[in-house]
């Protein structure tokens, strides 16, 4: 798609200044109070690009396989009312505009401007179809001349989040169905089976490095209650978070775990999985990413599965990641806690030794904790309860660091990882209950693997 520029409709007046020419040639010999000389902004040229604004607008509100009926037919955005507001160097504000009203010229005085371009005010902390564009270009005015601006480049400035259940899905699912998703200040959208194809929720930026959107997922599966929450990582304005729900077998789902569902005999579970498209950029790239979840084996799952196999030579091989551990069992049955800790004392080590043989790129780990220790976790001290990267740690590097996690360059590259809980695992004793620890490792080529620990 290619980006069209929208060039603002020239008022046939000029500013009320005593001047009646609109020559290039103007020379008006003026002074400001500050000693300064003015020139003229020509606002004629001054022209603002929406980059991918009509794909949001046409497109983009109706989840990628949704059909194109459905989506708006409008395909241009409109820029009557983006505020367009000009700074001097200084921080000084020279006036703010509604694009579609802007006088031909606009006498300014000689310096440096900043000129910045919105689609409205603020972004909506969140809410539907309401995609929020901002832009910025800086320019200079020269005394006694008439300057001409770039145009500015508008992009997506807030988060867009579209949700997909597959047919299979539908098929089971009882009429309770929905999906919230909550950012980081706590502002949610709900989306159900009912909401329409064309709606899209968007969601302000908190500005947070390790920003995240946690998804809650709600509902009657094959008449079975099905609950659980994930997040979706290093969340960033001008992306489109596409996230589908679906069913996948899943045979490491234990009997006794909530959620647990048989279709025709057959053990499954809900599955998400998310794609990431940049907003930003006239060309959008697509990556898949999963996200984390409390379900072990947790894998992709698109639409129509296909196995990988050697006809299907792109997809990781099973053995690309692997898990090994001498001490901790990793079958799906739980660890006893009182087997290698004596209080807060470390008694026996906990290691997992990763082998990725593409190289590790992330190492995502998420603690399912009970209330006792989830609340630990959640104090701003420590900042566990949510997934975190081991390859890159943030704010978080010093707590992990402390309880000897391998972290950024002891993880990224690495064909062999080991993941050492050993001084973790005293603070499961300490809040006894059910503890589960998620390992998700995303190697060089977007191969990925999970491996659940689980502890009592």
Not at 40 to 48: K, M
Not at 350 to 367: P, Q
Request: aromatic share 8%.
């Amino acid at each position: 798609m290619k980006t069209k520029i929208f060039s603002i409709m020239a008022a046939a007046a000029i500013l009320a200044s005593g001047v009646t020419s609109c020559s290039d040639n103007w020379e008006p010999d003026v002074k400001t109070g500050s000693g300064n000389g003015v020139g003229r902004l020509r606002t004629a040229t001054f022209g603002v690009e929406v980059t991918n604004g009509e794909m949001l607008i046409k497109d983009g509100l109706a989840p990628s396989k949704a059909p194109k009926a459905a989506a708006k037919s409008r395909e241009s955005v409109d820029l009557t009312n983006f505020i367009v507001k000009i700074t001097a160097a200084d921080g000084t504000e020279a006036g703010t505009w509604k694009y579609g009203e802007m006088e031909e010229f606009l006498l300014l005085d000689a310096g440096d401007y900043t000129v910045d371009v919105a689609s409205s005010e603020a972004p909506e902390p969140a809410g539907w179809n309401c995609p929020y564009f901002t832009g910025s270009q800086k320019f200079t005015i020269v005394e006694n001349k008439i300057t001409d601006v770039e145009p500015v480049v508008c992009t997506l400035g807030n988060v867009m989040v579209t949700v997909h259940f597959t047919k299979q899905l539908l098929a089971e699912a009882g009429s309770d169905l929905q999906v919230a998703v909550t950012s980081t200040e706590g502002n949610s959208l709900t989306y159900t089976t009912s909401t329409p194809a064309t709606d899209a929720g968007y969601f302000a930026s908190s500005g947070d490095e390790n920003e995240t959107l946690k998804v809650t997922f709600t509902g009657t599966i094959s008449g079975v209650a099905e609950t659980f929450s994930n997040a979706l990582l290093d969340v960033k304005p001008g992306q489109h978070r596409k996230i589908t729900f679906g069913l996948k077998k899943n045979d490491a789902v234990s009997p006794d775990e909530n959620g647990y569902i048989l279709v025709d005999g057959t053990p499954i579970s809900v599955d998400t999985s998310v794609e990431n498209e940049d907003m930003t950029v006239d060309n959008a790239v697509e990556d898949d990413i999963l996200d984390p979840s409390d379900r072990p084996g947790h894998e992709v799952l698109p639409d129509d599965p296909t196995p990988p196999g050697p006809e299907n030579p792109d997809d990781p091989k099973e053995d690309a990641i692997d898990f090994d551990s001498k001490t901790i069992k990793l079958d799906g049955t739980w660890n006893k806690v009182s087997d290698f800790a004596d209080g807060m004392d470390a008694k026996q080590e906990a290691i997992v030794v990763i082998t990725a043989k593409e190289g590790v790129a992330n190492l995502i780990v998420t603690i399912n904790a009970n209330d006792g220790l989830a609340a630990v976790l959640a104090d701003p001290s420590m900042g566990l309860d949510k997934p975190f990267d081991l390859a890159y740690p943030g704010d978080r590097y010093d707590v992990l660091h402390n309880f000897k996690f391998p972290l950024g360059d002891e993880v990224i590259g690495k064909t062999e990882v080991t993941f050492d809980i050993t001084d973790f695992v005293p603070m499961l004793g300490m809040y006894p209950g059910q503890n589960t620890f998620i390992i998700r490792v995303v190697d060089q080529k977007g191969g990925e693997k999970s491996q659940s620990l689980m502890f009592e």
